[in-house]
């Protein structure tokens, strides 16, 4: 089955609330991360030093290997994710809330998914299988 070697995850609105609610075992038991998989976070708030603490605070950073936090298009965050990791658009997965950045960023070829109310992992299963049925990019 193919899988992401990359998922990326908004801030505000998309990761914060899934975080929260289960920040005492942000990967639940059983949750079988596969190995290689990185976790990324893309946020374009101006609040770096804010969002950063919060990473702290919810003690995600040790599931984090990158993390692109500044304002501007999210077109230059994932030109750094892909340049840092190695992993190219095509193996990448994005959530996000904000239309204007799932616009942005599938143009480069990434799977992208809209989040309503926050990223939850029932979420994040059900679009792994749609990214395995997806058909090779030709
Ligand atoms: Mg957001």
Redesign the pocket.
Known sequence: MAKPKLIVF?????LWPFWVDTHVDPLPQGQKWRRGLQLGVA??TGEVSGANQLLSLYNLNQYLSLKEIYPGSKVTHFNKLKADSGVQFSEMMFF???QR?ITDVSRLGVHCVLVPNGVTMKLIREELVKFSQRRPVT
């Open positions: 908004d801030l505000d609105y998309t946020s374009r996000d809330d904000e950045n």
